[in-house]
């Protein structure tokens, strides 16, 4: 397959770094095509680990050309601290394997202080953001404010398009926030001297995607965050500002949707969410912290412990669904081991009515009671596991019971944080 989108299928952190990574091998490249430096794919090789938030986990495999492509928000203090982080590991990390379009909008200084400054006056509507910067960025490219990678190029044009959205974003900082506004030649020396750090990677990434598949290369593009954090599919507003599954990668890779092969989500056996939103299969109880606990559950950008629950069908069937997938992966199997009880959402009981489909236009998840599905445990440790009949009966009929319920085959398992600890079943 020469193109491969891999993308979260739930609300983010269902382990895609360490797929990815896998995945990459077999690629020539690697696309980011959304999202920032708030998500956060942690990859273990050996006794190392990598948290990579805006540089593809590609980077990890040496003769990749990895692609930050124009739909990523690009903080360029954080690329730039990434590649540093990346060098001083002995990661070879320059223009050649590492490509950042010219046209992929930059936060700057005030997305960052808006992005945490407008959390405080949401109230109950608070987002629970990661405070990168994200939401703001995407707001100005909405509203053709922003600035481009490319205009960090041109000290003259970014004199004339930072002087103007600085005026509006410090009336805003001081006036409505009551906070101290930023100094326009400072922040101008700042991102110009970032700019000339990033010259050696800028291209025209779009032209190279799609030549690279011309030429028959192999390409994976990474998806950032989960598809029910998706600003159009997901559950707006607790959502984050880009389109995370395989449909914001025509946008923001400028690569063309027929020329997307082959579309893999990515979920935990159970579920999880940082932030605020609906989350129907919650389990604020000893569940739930069991789950967080056994699974390490706490945020690799924000060190936030995650909310934690069972399983969603409901919500994965329709993740699936927008995306076009063909299949999915199950990561932290490993982590039910030792419950004597499974359970994983069939369908939503709402108002007394039961519905197997993802209720989209729901302004309020706050009547949505899950039916559970129970399934019996396991207590044999699966960590070292790598062929499917290995595991324990009552592991493999959930992993065959999720597929039914989902309508889509489980292409691999993984049951590890390691590269290694995986069981492929067709991928
Ligand atoms: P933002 O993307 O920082 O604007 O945050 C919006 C929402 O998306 C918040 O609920 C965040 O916790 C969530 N979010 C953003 N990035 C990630 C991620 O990589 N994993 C999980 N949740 C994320």
Known sequence: MPSLSVFGAQWGDEG???????????????VRYQGGANAGHTVVVGTEKYVLHLIPSGILHPSKTNVIGNG?????????????????????VDGTNLRLSANAHVIFEHHRLIDQLSERWRGEGRIGTTGRG???????KAARTGLRVCDLLD??????????????????IERVHGAEPLGLDAQLDRYLA??????????????????????????????????????????????????????????????PPRWIDRAIGIAKAY????????????????????IRKLGNEYGSTTGRPRRCGWFDTVAVRYAMEVSGADGFIVTNL????????????????IDGREVRDWPAATPDFDDIVPVYASHPGWTEDITRVRRYEDLPKNARAYVEWLEREVGAPIVMLSVGPEREQVISRGM
Request: with cysteine; charged share 25%; net charge negative.
């Open 134 to 140: 994200i939401g703001p960025c995407y707001a100005d």
């Open 271 to 290: 579920c999880t969410r940082v932030g605020e939103g609906p989350f129907p299969t919650e389990q604020k109880n000893a569940t739930g912290d069991k």
């Open 72 to 92: 990523v928000a690009v903080d360029p203090f954080k690329f730039l601290e990434e590649v540093d982080g990346l060098r001083k590991r002995g990661v070879h």
């Open 334 to 349: 490993d982590v039910l081991t030792g419950f004597d009880e499974i359970q994983a959402a069939v369908r939503y009981a």
């Open 155 to 172: 000290p003259d044009h970014c004199a004339v398009r930072l002087k103007a959205a600085l005026a509006e974003k410090n009336a805003l």
């Open 194 to 255: 970032l700019g000339t750090q990033l010259a050696p990677f800028v291209a025209d990434t779009g032209l190279e995607v799609r030549t690279a598949y011309r030429e028959k290369k192999r390409i994976l593009f990474e998806g950032a965050q989960g598809a029910m954090l998706d600003i159009d599919a997901g559950t707006y507003p607790f959502v984050t500002s880009s389109n995370t599954g395989a449909n914001g990668i025509s946008a923001g890779a400028a690569f």
């Open 16 to 30: 895609k770094g360490k797929l990815i990574d896998l995945l990459s091998r077999d690629a020539d490249m690697v």
